[in-house]
């Protein structure tokens, strides 16, 4: 088992290296440059101004020379500095992951804790009223956009009720607060970001399990069980949602990479300094160092994902066994 | 009666106190203010620091870190005398070495600053005595004395540090109304007074700048009162701020616009060269249709390149009225008759259609693309519209003259000099005649007002120039909007004026009894 986990990780490393050229080759290719956005419509920025800047940043060079300059760097951790404001792109990058995070674990925890029980009962009762009803709410929630969604709620929860701040992920005074203020007031500027974001996922969670549900309860050996006269909570949680769970493990592991990704519509309507932002803003202002970096972060991201999620699929399934031939 | 008689005292006098708080739709990226080419960047470093002059509220210039200035050798030389009473907000002195200073790095060419541009012109910057400067030009350039409304950054902070670099961008010492307190990322700056403002200590105690990058939510926090002030969309100045609630709250207002929006053409195209094309084409667009439908009636026609509060202004340009008959002889002068009745003008076997391009993201220019489609269909010209992302449309189709026809707008600089806009020497890639116009008089006037201090002899310059470009359409002027926006009706002491409504911010003040934010330690 260590050893195939080392001969994976191993193969990360030409993966990441094609991952780097091609979308090196793309982001320079692609029409636009960074020195083109803020200042070019500026009557007071002459023309030579603009090629001395791009000097500068050390645009002027052929492409495969910046590539083998950013990765020599790459090597030593140095992602660089970022175009926009020089500052450190591992400084940029890092502070947004702590928001990012919370947000997304706490959404997941919330997707996984009500989209199983969710997607169990409706497989249960396959067909029933209550499997229908959810059925059309959860593709409802999942169809409706989240922008709107979260401006319905906030016009619900912030203006008509009053109850929750509109924007942002702290009070204006917080640095004055003490700990047990600014708890809840955390509490409060992240409740409506948390679900919004949740509302998505909950549909395509609670769909998987109640198909693998649905499947599992479908084989052979629940006949058996039942057959061998087991109590039915037995038959269905014991051996039905066992076996059912075995996708959902894949789902987690690939929900990895997502953990510190973002959604752009999403944090500019809560005005959150998420991630997906970040990410956003680097690609329209052409920032090459800070896109190359999270395009690297997400390539690591998704395969120790995979790597993840291939692991813990043997470990809860005991017939799968990776060999390391 | 107690209240009676205490109700003077609050009429009166001005208190100190509260917090003003500001939307921004993006963060600001420096607070190196020579570096900083964004609006959010440019608003938080204005109230920090401060250049040689400033724009009152007419529009002149007056001095700001100077306190008097005089124009020598016709024109060649200008001498500032610095105000003696100024300190950073360290407590340093300021002095003409920070002037010096600010000179040297703007023309560093290591130093990533977009504002060199107007100081390469200056030959020499001599310190005359600790608060004397003399700035002596290559040749007399008067839009250079504007340029020294550049925030002049302190060296004793920043002469052992890379600007590119420095730390201080994100703690920027300066010596205006308010000093820096925190940046967090993304989320907020906030800046508090600085007590020993050499005008006078602002009565507002803290500005807050909060990141709220949708247009959507930032109006929903105008509705719970999370932030001060917004600028308004002409739909929610005039309907959705028709409230109980806003009328209780907020106050708004409309002021003169320092820009416009235009057509313009690619003049190398044969379709545009001949003027009364271009003639034609004006005619047959409404500008009040577009002003009524896109702006719901908040602008004016714009008639050229100044706006009507500017002094270069020519009230005597009168936009033509719109009449489609007109359009259609000038069109047929030129030789443009539909000859096959297809409906659609033709020339020599050549239809008249041509692609309007404008940029992604901006709802109202793409509307406004609509109805002159509309409007030029009407006479028979073929108009189709293409929609590109910013930076591509710059690099791609401005910069590479790639285009029959754009839409686009311009902001209006206080400093009426458009050389760089108008001026037939400044058409290479990259340039901002980037419609390739060439007139030899606008040349000669455009040069003949930079050289020039008189004021009334540069005012007699550009309303030639005014009336010249009106004539020969080389862009399509279609409207100058008005700036909309709300603020919270608890602040006192704002007067409008021609440049706008945050020119005495340091006068702004909330009485004690409706103070909102108070703890500020």
């Not at chain 1, 940043?57 to 030593?76: E, H, I, S, T």
């Not at chain 2, 030029?376 to 519209?385: A, F, S, Y």
Request: some cysteine.
């Amino acid at each position: 088992m260590v050893s195939y986990i080392f001969r994976r990780l191993l193969g990360i490393i030409p993966l990441l290296l094609g991952i780097t050229i091609i979308s090196f080759a793309i982001i320079h290719l692609a029409p636009g440059k960074p020195t083109a956005v803020e200042q070019t419509m500026n009557p007071r920025v002459s023309p030579e101004v603009r090629l001395r800047l791009e000097k500068l940043y050390g645009l002027d060079k052929p492409l495969p020379a910046q590539y083998m300059n950013w990765l020599a760097r790459l090597v030593k951790f140095d992602f660089g500095r970022s175009f926009t404001d020089d500052r450190l792109v591992l400084q940029k990058i890092s502070e947004r992951i702590p928001l990012t995070l919370t947000i997304n674990i706490l959404s997941l925890i919330f997707i996984f804790l009500i989209g199983i029980p969710l997607g169990v009962k409706s497989a249960i009762k396959q067909g029933s009223l209550f499997d229908n009803i959810t059925t059309v709410f959860v593709f409802l929630l999942f169809a409706a956009p989240t922008f709107w969604l979260a401006l319905l709620f906030m016009q619900l929860f912030c203006i008509r009720l009053g109850w929750l701040p509109i924007s942002g992920i702290t009070s204006l005074d917080y640095e004055y607060f003490s700990w047990w203020q600014k708890i809840p007031d955390l509490a409060r500027h992240l409740f409506l970001p948390v679900l919004v974001s949740s509302i998505g996922g909950l549909a395509g969670i609670s769909r998987y399990m109640r198909s693998s549900m649905l499947e599992a309860l479908h084989q052979p050996y629940i006949y058996t069980a039942r057959a061998k006269g087991l109590p039915e909570a037995s038959v269905i949680y014991k051996h039905g949602l066992r076996n059912a769970i075995l996708p959902i493990v894949t789902i987690v592991g690939l929900s990895i990479p997502g953990l510190l990704g973002g959604s752009v519509i999403f944090e500019s309507i809560f005005a959150l300094p998420g991630i997906g932002r970040l990410f956003f803003e680097a690609v329209m202002s052409r920032d090459y160092p800070l896109i190359m970096a999270e395009i690297v972060l997400g390539g690591v991201l998704t395969m120790i994902g995979n790597l993840v999620a291939d692991i813990a699929y043997a470990y809860v399934d005991p017939r799968i066994k990776y060999k390391s031939s | 009666m107690v209240a009676f008689l205490f109700l003077p005292a609050f009429v009166f006098s001005q208190d100190y106190g509260d917090a003003f708080i500001e939307a921004s739709i993006a963060d600001a990226r420096t607070l190196v203010p020579i570096l900083a080419s964004d609006s959010a960047s440019s608003s938080v470093t204005g109230l920090i620091f401060n250049g040689l002059v400033k724009y009152d509220k007419d529009i002149n210039l007056v001095g700001d870190l100077a306190e008097s200035w005089e124009i020598e050798e016709e024109g060649l030389v200008i001498v500032f005398h610095l105000r003696k009473n100024v300190l950073w907000q360290d407590g340093h002195r300021f002095s003409a070495e920070d002037v010096e200073f600010t000179y040297r790095k703007l023309i560093d060419p290591n130093v990533r600053t977009p504002y060199s541009g107007d100081f390469e012109r200056v030959k020499s910057l001599e310190i005359l005595d600790d608060f004397t400067v003399k700035v002596t030009y290559k040749e007399p350039f008067s839009p250079g004395l504007s340029s020294w409304g550049m925030p002049i950054i302190p060296k004793h902070i920043f002469k052992n540090e890379d600007l590119n670099k420095t730390q201080y961008a994100r703690k920027p010492v300066g010596t205006g109304p308010y000093k820096f307190k925190v940046w967090k990322t993304q989320e907020k700056i906030e800046l508090e007074s600085y007590r020993d403002y050499f005008e006078k200590r602002p009565y507002i105690d803290r500005v807050v700048y909060r990141v709220i990058p949708d247009e959507a939510t930032i109006f929903l926090e105008l509705q719970t009162q999370g932030i001060d002030s917004s600028g308004l969309s002409p739909l929610q100045f005039s309907r959705q701020t028709e409230t109980p609630f806003f009328k209780q709250y907020y106050r708004k207002f409309r002021l003169p616009g320092f820009n416009y929006t235009y057509m313009g053409y690619n003049l190398g195209n044969p379709k545009f060269r001949d003027k009364r094309v271009r003639q034609a084409l004006n005619y047959a667009v409404d500008k009040d249709e577009i002003i009524k439908m896109v702006l719901l009636g908040y602008g004016q026609t714009a008639t050229g390149s100044y706006v009507p509060q500017s002094w270069a202004f020519n009230q005597q340009v009168k936009p033509v009225a719109f009449d489609k008959e007109k359009a259609k002889s000038l069109l047929a002068e030129a030789g443009w008759v539909d000859t096959d009745n297809d409906g659609w003008l033709d020339k020599d076997g050549m239809l008249f259609e041509f692609t309007l391009l404008t940029n992604q993201g901006n709802e109202e220019r793409a509307k406004v693309s609509q109805i002159i489609q509309r409007r030029l269909k009407e006479i028979g010209i073929r108009v189709k519209i293409k929609i590109v992302e910013w930076s591509v449309f710059l690099t791609e189709f401005i910069d590479k003259r790639n285009f029959e026809a754009i839409l686009l707008g311009w902001s209006v600089p206080r400093e009426p000099d458009n050389f760089d806009i108008w001026h037939s020497s400044k058409t290479k890639e990259g340039e901002f005649n980037f419609i390739g116009y060439k007139n030899e008089e606008v040349d000669r006037l455009l040069i003949e007002a930079r050289r020039s201090f008189d004021q009334d002899f540069r005012k007699t310059c550009y309303q030639r120039i005014h009336q010249i470009l009106y004539d020969e359409q080389p862009y399509m002027f279609l409207f100058v909007s008005e700036s909309l926006s709300a603020l919270h009706n608890r602040f006192r002491g704002i007067k409008p004026a021609a440049i706008g409504i945050g020119y005495n911010f340091i006068e702004w003040w909330v009485p004690k009894q409706e103070q909102k934010y108070r703890i500020a330690k």
